[in-house]
């Protein structure tokens, strides 16, 4: 039988929402590629999807529901497993009310449809539900705060930017298909800078990197407001449309831009450089990194670097503007499902584990995880194991043994990103378009429909959620898409831009606030507290080139390698193994020297499998950010302790 190209789009927590071209030969995919008619995929995937069919073809996937039995999880049938997990859902909430049932679900899959799990506990309810947001929390309720909303220009005008900033943001790893856009700036003249405190490969893309103290973004934002405001580069019609000017003003110059510097570690000419390319440079764009935000002071960081291009009058102009976030479900009708609005309570997603444990009247007694592994992915991995094991029921659907899975009662194998059914948005752009399967799934591998539609019908639910995965894409599109002439058959012919995002985001000076205008930031954040000189070192679990979070291309190293400049563990030699100490725990780690990263800092890949002890949440304390109840991540004290045993 002759190669069959087919393609789909990708469906994991990624900004690029790729269009695949996969070769299919004999039912099994043996290639995968991207496609090159894609406005942004442009014909190449990132490294961990051009490895995914290690993963697709793992001996370890699960092609079985598993259900606890003495102990050990066991492979059971479909009826068996849905039976017992809807015998013990109406059972609880019989005897303590559906609060006392939690569904959390993540961004494992960005499909559509997922959303369908959500309605189903909202009509078996509702039952409580996670708050926050782990990843951009901080960032969006921000940019929520002085714009009205969190969304970006078309990505095809950052070509018009003659100055781009990526402020904290590494594109190598975490949103590659941005590269060819800023190259062709680039190639029309288009300055680059990089400010990040790693050095990464965005190092080569950008003519300056500006390598500050880890936090240091708020000072360095509002010593480039001041020099805006007192060279003249402000834009002066910026008190019409924006809120709070005097006051911006007076927190911009209540230091000096000498004291902002020492307070972010830069030279004063860094702040300098930086007014030039805000005021005289424009238009200018800056790529706002989703980790500045995870921080205690991150919804504060992002705040400043708003009001850097609003009083810059970078906002509404083509290649400006301050891109954090694409609205990647504006296109699609979900509003069936109210969230929130009808829940019973929450549980704020950085303290999951602490939040399940300390929770009473009811107390939870049962999980349902939707495409995530909270044990790995969230921090205190440790007291979010605790917390799982403490229930009377925990179900996750997943297509692997992940660290959360094998804590579970009970796990329902699902499909991967090759099988999946769906409607996906961006969050990296204005696409929009469908998933379809390239393969069919592996016999006794359901999708998170049939799972739920199964459960459902079970639960005398049946008819509410009964219909199939194309039935539900065209309910999501039919209100909001179809208006435009927008069918489902035509986002099955090929992904297009959404008919309902800008152009050019502002445009009018127009802004989603109660008062229409921008609403700059007045206050600073509060001082970092002293640092422990017992633990001089600052964690910093960064997303890789192997790895989307805790799913890997192949398998975690292990012991994680620690990466570090060698002044940071002086005596300790390249290679050796060591234990990394935080005030929560210790993983044993192989030290990779790296004299281009600051001596306060040290890197871990982001997630990994806590059952290899290789996860970097069992070190990360569950803290807040300021905004948007996210987790402040990028903040761990620890220490390098020499020797490799336990401690």
Request: aromatic share 6%; hydrophobic share 40%; charged share 20%.
């Amino acid at each position: 039988m002759a190669p069959e190209l087919r393609k789909t789009l990708c469906n994991r927590d990624c900004p690029d929402t790729c269009s695949i071209v996969a070769t299919v030969e004999g039912g099994r995919v043996v290639k995968l590629a991207g496609d090159p008619d894609h406005p942004v995929t442009r014909g190449f995937l990132c490294y961990r999807t051009n490895q995914f069919l290690r993963r697709q073809y793992s001996p370890e996937r699960l092609t079985s529901p598993l259900l606890r039995k003495a102990g050990e999880l066991s492979k059971v049938s479909w009826d068996e497993a849905l039976d017992f997990v809807a015998g013990t859902l109406l059972r609880i909430r019989a005897e303590t009310g559906p609060a006392a049932i939690f569904h959390y679900r993540s961004g494992g899959s960005l499909g559509l449809l997922k959303v369908l799990t959500d309605y189903f506990f909202e009509l078996f309810g509702p039952v409580t539900i996670k708050r926050g947001d782990i990843c951009s929390g901080a960032g969006e309720a921000a940019q929520a705060l002085d714009f009205g909303i969190s969304d970006s220009s078309d990505l095809a005008s950052l070509v018009d930017a003659r100055q781009i900033i990526l402020w904290g943001k590494n594109v190598h790893t975490s949103n590659p298909h941005v590269i060819p856009f800023i190259n062709q700036a680039k190639a029309r003249g288009a300055g680059v800078v990089l400010i990040d405190p790693v050095a990464h490969a965005g190092v080569r893309l950008a003519e300056r990197h500006y390598q500050l103290a880890p936090g240091g973004d708020f000072a360095l934002a509002l010593a480039v407001a001041r020099l805006l405001f007192e060279r003249g580069h402000a834009d002066p019609a910026a008190e019409s449309y924006c809120d709070h000017l005097p006051e911006f003003r007076a927190l911009a110059c209540s230091r000096s831009v000498a004291d902002f510097c020492r307070e972010a570690e830069l030279p004063e000419s860094a702040a300098e450089d930086l007014a030039e390319r805000f005021g005289r440079g424009k238009p200018c764009a800056i790529l706002v990194g989703w980790g500045m935000g995870r921080r205690s002071n991150g919804g504060a960081i992002v705040r400043a670097l708003d009001a850097l291009s609003a009083i810059s009058g970078n906002l509404g102009i083509s290649g400006g503007g301050a891109s954090f976030y694409f609205q990647r479900r504006h296109a699609f009708d979900t509003s069936f499902v109210k969230g929130l609005e009808v829940a019973p309570r929450s549980i704020a997603e950085p303290r999951f584990g602490a939040e399940i444990l300390a929770l009473r009247n009811p107390p939870v007694r049962a999980l349902w995880v939707t495409a995530g592994n909270p044990v790995a992915m969230l921090p205190d991995s440790e007291t979010s194991a605790r917390a799982v094991r403490s229930l009377d029921l925990s179900v996750v659907v997943d297509s692997f043994l992940t660290d959360t899975a094998r804590l579970a009662t009970v796990v329902l194998p699902t499909t991967t990103l090759l099988e999946d059914d769906d409607l996906l948005g961006s969050y990296g752009h204005h696409g929009i378009g469908v998933s379809r399967p390239v393969v069919p799934a592996p016999d006794g591998v359901k999708t998170d429909l049939e799972i739920i539609q199964a459960l459902a019908s079970r639960v005398g639910l049946g008819a509410q959620l009964q219909g199939s995965a194309r039935d539900w894409k065209r309910r999501l599109i039919e209100r909001k898409l179809s208006p435009h002439g927008i069918s489902l058959e035509m986002l099955e012919q090929s992904p297009m831009q959404s008919p309902l995002a800008p152009g050019v985001l502002f445009a009018d000076r127009k802004f989603l606030t109660a008062s229409g205008r921008v609403n700059l930031l007045t206050t600073a954040p509060p001082p970092a507290p002293p640092r422990d000189a017992s633990f001089p070192l600052t964690l910093l679990a960064l997303s890789t080139r192997q790895a989307q979070s805790a799913q890997w291309a192949f398998e975690a190293p292990c012991p994680l390698e620690a990466t570090l400049h060698p002044d940071a563990a002086p005596g300790l030699e390249n290679g050796s193994r060591c234990r990394l100490e935080s005030r929560l725990g210790s993983l044993e780690v192989v030290l990779r020297h790296d004299a281009r990263q600051r001596r306060d800092v040290v890197l871990l890949p982001k997630g990994g499998h806590r059952h290899l002890a290789a996860c970097a949440n069992s070190l990360l304390e569950a803290r807040m950010t300021d905004l948007g109840e996210g987790g402040a991540l990028y903040e761990q004290p620890v220490r390098i302790v020499p020797g490799g045993s336990s401690s």
